[in-house]
C-alpha cells in the first residue's frame, strides 16, 4: 500500500516514524456490547507506546439521545488540548479491532478541520502480529493548543438525507451487513425498524477490507463501489449503525479520490427510529 499522511498509513510507516517529536497516536478502539470487550481494559494492559485512550463515548455530544454523535467544538478542543494533541501533530488512529472504529476519529478530525490525520492499516492487531513494541504505561502529556475549524460539509443530518433520499441529489451508501440492510435482520439496537433509506446502496463495510482488516487499495475499493451500483459521479452520503463503520466508507473514497462526499452521523440508530421518515425493506 502507499502509506498517506492525510488517510492511512502501514504498521511499518508508524514503526518508522514513532520518535517524530510531534507525532502524535491516538487508540480509539471502540465495541458493540455485545463483542464483549472492554476497550479501555484492553488499552490499560496493552498499547501502542505513547498512545493516548480516544473514548468515542465520551467525546461526543452528550446533549444528544443518539449514540457517540459529534462533539461541540468546544468540547473536542478541550479533549484534544487534555490529551496533548493540537496544532503541528501529525496523528495516527488506530483500533483493536484492525479497521473498525479508527476511521471514525479519523472522521471526527476532518470534521474539525484538521488534515494531518491518518488510520494505521491493519490497526492493533497487525502490529502486535509483527512483533512491535507495546507498553502498559500512560503516557507523559503535554498541554497543546488546537486550533478548530469546522467543516459542514462533512456531516448530515435527517433532513438532508431525507431530502437526499427524495431528490436523489446524492448517492447514499450504507456500510451496515446485507441482511441488516435488507430489513431480514434484527438490529442490535432496541426500538428501530429494519431496513434501509429509501434509494441507498449497500456496501458492507468488510467488503472494503482484506483478510487481515487492511483496507483493499483504491482500485480494488472502487469495484467494490461500482459493484454494489454506486454511482461514483455523484456526492455521495455515508451511513451505518450508528456512524462509526459509515467513517470507513468515506476512508475508502477519500482515497480513490472522490472527495465529495459527507457522513449522516445519526445513521439509521435515527433514520431507523424516527416514525416520519420512509424505510425500504430487500435489496438495493
Keep these: 500500500m502507499s502509506d498517506d499522511p492525510k488517510t492511512l498509513v502501514s504498521t511499518t510507516w508508524l514503526a518508522q516514524h514513532m520518535k517524530d517529536p510531534d507525532l502524535r497516536v491516538l487508540d480509539a478502539s471502540w465495541y458493540l456490547p455485545d463483542a464483549g470487550r472492554d476497550a479501555k481494559a484492553e488499552y490499560d494492559a496493552a498499547h501502542i507506546p505513547g498512545a493516548r485512550f480516544f473514548d468515542i463515548d465520551d467525546i461526543s455530544d452528550h446533549r444528544s439521545e443518539l449514540p ?6 468546544e468540547k473536542f478542543m478541550s479533549r484534544m488540548r487534555a490529551m496533548g494533541v493540537g496544532d503541528g501533530h501529525q496523528v495516527v488512529v488506530y483500533d483493536g479491532a484492525g479497521l473498525l472504529s479508527a476511521a471514525r476519529v479519523w472522521w471526527l478530525f476532518r470534521l474539525m478541520g484538521q488534515e494531518n490525520v491518518a488510520v494505521l492499516d491493519g490497526g492493533f492487531p497487525k502490529w502486535q502480529a509483527e512483533d512491535h513494541p507495546v507498553e502498559d504505561m500512560p503516557p507523559v502529556i503535554r498541554d497543546r493548543h488546537m486550533t478548530v475549524r469546522f467543516q459542514n460539509h462533512l456531516v448530515r443530518d435527517v433532513t438532508q ?11 447514499i451508501v450504507d456500510a451496515r451487513a446485507a ?63 450508528s456512524g462509526v463503520t459509515a467513517a470507513i466508507l468515506a476512508l475508502a473514497l477519500e482515497r480513490l479520490g472522490h472527495t465529495q462526499w459527507s457522513l449522516y452521523d445519526g445513521s439509521w440508530a435515527e433514520w431507523g427510529m424516527y416514525p416520519t421518515v420512509p424505510v425500504a425493506t430487500g435489496e438495493a
Design 68 to 73: 457517540h454523535m459529534a462533539p461541540p467544538v
Design 161 to 171: 438525507v431525507s431530502s437526499a433520499s427524495k431528490l436523489k441529489d446524492y448517492q
Design 179 to 241: 441482511p441488516r440492510f435488507r430489513g431480514d435482520a434484527p438490529e442490535p439496537r432496541e426500538g428501530l425498524r429494519a431496513g434501509h433509506i429509501p434509494g441507498a446502496r449497500n456496501v458492507p463495510y468488510t467488503a472494503l477490507l482484506n483478510d487481515d482488516k487492511t483496507m483493499k487499495d483504491p482500485d480494488a475499493c472502487r469495484a467494490v463501489f461500482e459493484a454494489a451500483g454506486v454511482d461514483l459521479s455523484k456526492p455521495i452520503i455515508t451511513s451505518c449503525g
